[in-house]
């Protein structure tokens, strides 16, 4: 089992819907949290963190996490063509100060 | 604002050749990680540093080494190239005390052939 998983996809939305994009995590100790952005051959940029339980918006974006059931994910709001990219959960663990990247969920959103 | 700058950002190299990539931080930033990606894979933590001393190590191969040096920036040298070893390579910084968030550079892409 991955330390970190996401569906590979593609999730596939329309111009304006609301894409969910879901990951779960081994490490019960984890403690903080990130989503990331690649467009293809591209570096991850950085789009949300977060590190306590519940929601955090930060303009058409909302994290959630729920320590408990492992669980983190990413909406984004009013999805546009140019939010077509691979999302990467990553989470830092009690450990080090290292990443620990899911598979990348790859998102398709259809004018 | 200014960011993560890796050189070079293309490398072709022949099997059992060596390497050297660099990384300069964003300004202020005192801790540097990289990263390695392959083809439709999520990138693999290889080393990192905090204040020029190696603070964490993940996968990296014995034939690979990396330093920081007193300005901060750092430099990944790669040895007895492998096939293999064709992939991206990020570096990312982050600043102690802003909770780990890692700021990616643009990435060294690297062909060995």
């Known amino acids: 089992q991955k330390e970190v998983e996401q569906n590979s996809g593609p999730l596939s939305v329309p111009e304006g819907a609301i894409a969910s994009l879901n990951c779960t995590y081994s490490?019960?100790?984890?403690?903080?949290f990130f989503w990331y952005r690649q467009y293809s051959g591209k570096s991850p940029e950085l789009i949300m963190s977060i590190y306590s339980n519940g929601d955090k918006e930060d303009g058409r974006f909302t994290a959630q996490l729920n320590k408990a059931s492992q669980y983190v994910s990413l909406l984004i709001r009013d999805s546009q063509p140019s939010d077509s990219a691979t999302y990467l959960c990553?989470?830092?663990?009690?450990?080090?100060?290292?990443?620990?990247f899911g598979g990348g969920t790859r998102l398709m959103v259809k004018p | 604002a200014a960011g993560v700058i890796q050189s070079p950002r293309h490398l072709i190299k022949e099997k059992r050749e060596t390497a050297t990539l660099k990384c300069y931080p964003i300004?202020?930033?005192?801790?540097v990680y990289w990263y390695q990606q392959g083809p439709g894979q999520d990138p693999q933590f290889l080393i990192s540093?905090?204040?020029?001393?190696?603070?964490d190590k993940g996968s990296i191969p014995d034939r690979f080494s990396a330093q920081q040096f007193s300005d901060y920036h750092s430099e990944l040298n790669m040895s007895s190239l492998e096939l293999g070893d064709s992939a991206l390579y990020f570096c990312a910084s982050s600043l102690v005390g802003t909770r780990n968030e890692q700021f990616f550079g643009p990435g060294t892409r690297l062909t060995v052939l």
């Open positions: 540093f905090y204040e020029k001393m190696q603070s």
């Open positions: 300004p202020r930033h005192d801790t």
């Open positions: 990553a989470v830092r663990s009690w450990a080090g100060n290292m990443l620990t």
């Open positions: 490490d019960r100790v984890s403690q903080s």
